[in-house]
């Protein structure tokens, strides 16, 4: 009934695809199928265990990048809503995302209740965010990364992994314990540097796809 309420919910308003994730597994992805879904594109949930020391050393930063937080972008933001709003429209999915509307963005990214301010770094080269990665936290000692990302003229010096490795060192000595992150399975980049953070798959998902009506 769920699902027949949130079809005619969408059909309602007008959406002409739908989409949903299904954790992988035979029962989950039966029953996607028996609702008229196809199979798409798979992701991966990946876990770093912080207790048992085991992070790769931090890298030497690279002259004329300096790391910042997130905290110190609380008076204008701004330039981090850009630096998503490029990196995001790269990551690879079956969805295209568009950032676009700043006070939208300011209101569910910026002011969401799980963004760790101190712990979201992004890489500055000439006085601008060019490398990020967001960090959410949930007070009891796990981290998620809800975005990791870098302009595409800066991509190739390692600038991702050095703002990622931070914050999880960073992370770790704040008490936390456990890391979580996602990554799209064809996400080759991505997944290279996780592999070398050492996250490992605890759990896989795929993308399902129908028309809507």
Request: net charge negative; proline share 7%; aromatic share 8%.
């Amino acid at each position: 009934m769920l699902v027949r309420a949130a079809e005619e919910h969408l059909n309602a308003v007008g959406a002409t695809t739908l989409y949903t994730w299904v954790l992988d597994e035979p029962a989950n992805r039966a029953f996607a199928e028996r609702n008229g879904f196809t199979e798409g594109r798979p992701a991966h949930f990946l876990r770093l265990d912080l207790a048992d020391g085991t992070l790769p050393p931090v890298p030497e930063t690279p002259r004329g990048v300096e790391l910042r937080t997130a905290a110190d972008f609380a008076d204008d933001p701004r330039p981090l809503f850009e630096l998503e709003a490029a990196t995001v429209a790269d990551e690879p999915g079956m969805v295209p995302i568009e950032l676009t509307d700043y006070d939208a963005w300011l209101e569910q990214n910026w002011r969401h209740p799980l963004l760790n301010h101190e712990l979201t770094t992004a890489a500055v080269v000439d006085g601008r965010p060019v490398a990020f990665t967001v960090a959410y936290t949930d007070g009891g000692g796990r981290y998620v990364t809800a975005m990791t990302g870098t302009l595409r003229t800066h991509r190739g010096r390692g600038l991702a992994k050095l703002a990622k490795i931070h914050s999880l060192h960073r992370a770790r000595a704040a008490g936390v314990t456990e890391a979580f992150t996602g990554n799209d399975a064809g996400n080759d980049p991505m997944i290279a540097v996780n592999k070398w953070l050492g996250y490992e798959i605890c759990a896989t998902e795929v993308r399902y796809v129908r028309p809507a009506g």
